[in-house]
């Protein structure tokens, strides 16, 4: 019975982390089909079972406070290892990408001036969100 209780609480924790990075990763829902394959992976992936506990931590910390987990990611980088933000985050983008109708995998052709305008913008986009994920890291202690 508690282990039953305790496997809900890890399926309802992993359930919320999906549909909370995937909002962060691509500013829309995840699909029910996403959610159940991130849960999947956490329960067969060795990788994914044997994260440190204090990067866990870390990664309750974002959720709970709703914090912007893609800004933050990169700050969280500090050896060879991957943070398991990091983790969670690519497993995000790979369960994405296996997935054929998400748009930000499939190719799309601008003109050149659109095209160049679209990096322009995203490089600007980015900046000031990595200058927010850095604030959030340092106000909320994130180390």
């Known amino acids: 019975m508690f282990a039953e209780k305790e496997e809900n609480?890890?399926?309802n924790t992993l359930t919320t982390e999906a549909k909370y990075l995937?909002?962060?990763f691509f500013q829309r829902i995840a699909s029910n089909q996403f959610v159940?394959?991130?849960i999947k992976a956490h329960?067969?992936?060795e990788w994914l079972m044997d994260l440190p506990q204090s990067e866990l931590a870390q990664v309750r910390t974002i959720l709970d406070k709703k914090l912007d987990?893609?800004?933050i990611e990169p700050w969280l980088r500090k050896s060879i290892r991957l943070h398991?933000?990091?983790s969670k985050l690519l497993l995000v983008s790979y369960l994405s990408e296996c997935d054929t109708m998400n748009q930000e995998y499939s190719r799309k052709y601008l003109s050149g001036s659109l095209s160049i305008?679209?990096?322009i913008t995203l490089s600007i986009k980015s900046f000031f969100r990595l200058m927010r994920g850095f604030l959030q890291k340092f106000f909320y202690g994130i180390n």
Request: aromatic share 14%; charged share 20%; proline share 0%.
């Open 9 to 11: 609480s890890e399926i």
């Open 36 to 38: 159940k394959l991130y």
């Open 22 to 24: 995937y909002f962060h």
């Open 43 to 45: 329960m067969e992936s």
């Open 69 to 71: 987990a893609v800004a």
């Open 117 to 119: 305008l679209k990096i």
């Open 84 to 86: 398991a933000l990091s």
